[in-house]
């Protein structure tokens, strides 16, 4: 139950509209509500009452949530709705952090910006009515006219130029995407009437139970094995927007079933390393990346590439990738830390992974060259050198990541670079 039980709830006798506007920011926020629970919620309320505050929450809570990450998001849906009074105001400061100093008032909690979201878009012809004093006072327009794009735009709209819908939107479109990812052989292998391999262990034990007649011969094909997927996010100044939304990816990545990869690993640095496996094992999103940048406190500050690099080789390198994994990482390469030192553990980590593979947003610009002096350094040293600044380099990482020919813009760069 939320904090927020003193306050009383609205008196407007258009309950059954209410309800189903209700359950619609519901749905807008994710929740799996279609028109057979608004019906089953409102037959729910008229046999419960609507008298008792706490019986009025756990009827609506019955009747929409079914999974545990969904009750953070309908605690938020319902403070705002049903028993905040001056909820619209509060919706408003999540959105617009400048709105008459009420961000500073009380932060945004786990999941409530997204409530807010679900609750402002599109009309609210139920909303409760504001007393005579507070109609006089200044009302705010907000222009929306282009807060709203085609997903064919969005694919290729970079992430720092998105209006607050875009990013909205375009979260939801990276929950749907996925980052398949082929087997490895290996050398065990496991029964198979097709096999190219004899297993004379197998036809003998078959054999003993006939007599010693071997009769026919058991055979073995290589067990498929899934590898690690390692993952370094750079989350300084310059990358916050990226990092994002980079990290709304791996979470639906790390909590995508039967996407082949055996364990999802992320790591942040800035001027440190962090790591945040087990936020990302969190099933709401909203939650998942609370707790990460709580723990990662180096958040759009500035860079240490090549120190962040020799920590993970020293502490992590042994511990997730000893299993053949395919490390991404998602950085600018803007480092003004010694070249020599970052040339050496980019070297140590290319060697110890399978792939190594490097999103850089830098590449949206088309006369990218490679003058840093930490790009200079890097990127003799990856596989793959791609851009990963929107959704639709992002859909294409996917598409070329089990993809052991693919060099990306290496080749281009290396050419430049070289000559």
């Known amino acids: 139950m939320p904090e927020y039980l003193p306050l009383d709830i609205p008196d407007n006798p258009r309950l059954g509209n209410n ?11 994710g929740l799996p509500v279609g028109p057979g629970r608004v019906i089953d919620a409102v037959r729910a309320v008229e046999a419960a ?38 909820y619209l105001e509060h919706m408003m400061s999540m959105m617009l952090p400048a709105v008459r100093g009420v961000q500073e008032e009380k932060l945004a909690q786990s999941a409530e910006k997204r409530a807010a979201e679900a ?46 819908a875009e990013v909205a939107e375009a979260k939801r479109m990276l929950a749907r995407l996925k980052l398949p990812v082929k087997p490895i052989p290996s050398r065990r292998g496991m029964a198979s009437l097709h096999g190219k391999h004899t297993d004379w262990r197998r036809t003998i ?59 999802v690993h992320a790591f942040t640095f800035g001027t440190r390393l962090t790591n ?45 990738m000893g299993q053949g994994a395919v490390v991404l990482l998602i950085t600018d390469g803007l480092d003004r830390d010694d070249a020599g030192a970052l040339e050496r553990e980019m070297e140590r980590l290319h060697l110890s992974s399978r792939r190594l593979i490097w999103l850089n947003p830098l ?12 790009i200079r350094a890097m990127l003799p040293h990856v596989d793959s050198f791609r851009a ?13 990541i089990s993809r052991t020919d693919d060099v990306g813009e290496k080749a ?8």
């Open 19 to 29: 309800i189903t506007h209700f359950a619609r920011a519901l749905r807008r926020a």
């Open 205 to 263: 034990r078959a054999a003993m139970r006939n007599g010693g007649e071997i009769r026919s011969l058991a055979h073995t094909k290589p067990r498929p094995r899934w590898p690690n997927l390692v993952v370094l996010c750079d989350i300084s100044g310059s990358m916050s927007q990226y990092s994002r939304m980079v990290l709304h990816f791996l979470h639906a990545v790390a909590n995508e079933k039967g996407a082949g990869w055996a364990k």
């Open 412 to 419: 281009r760069l290396m050419a430049l670079l070289e000559g």
């Open 276 to 320: 945040i496996t087990r936020h990302l094992a969190t099933r709401d999103v909203d939650q998942a990346l609370k707790a990460a940048g709580a723990e990662a406190q180096d958040w759009e500050g500035g860079t240490r590439i090549g120190a962040s690099l020799h920590a993970f080789n020293r502490d992590w390198s042994r511990r997730v």
């Open 363 to 374: 590449l949206r610009w088309d006369g990218f060259a490679p003058k840093a002096t930490g």
């Open 119 to 164: 609750l402002l878009d599109g009309k609210q012809p139920d909303a409760p009515e504001k007393p005579d004093s507070e109609k006089e006072e200044t009302q705010i327009e907000i222009d929306a006219s282009q807060t709203m794009s085609a997903e064919e735009k969005l694919r290729t709209l970079d992430f720092e130029q998105m209006s607050t």
């Open 388 to 400: 990963g600044h929107s959704i639709q380099s992002l859909e294409d990482l996917a598409n070329a």
């Open 49 to 86: 009452g609507f008298t008792n505050k706490r019986d009025f929450y756990w009827t609506l809570h019955a009747c929409f949530v079914n999974r545990p990450e969904h009750r953070i998001v309908f605690a938020q849906i319902f403070r705002l709705y049903w028993r905040d009074p001056r």
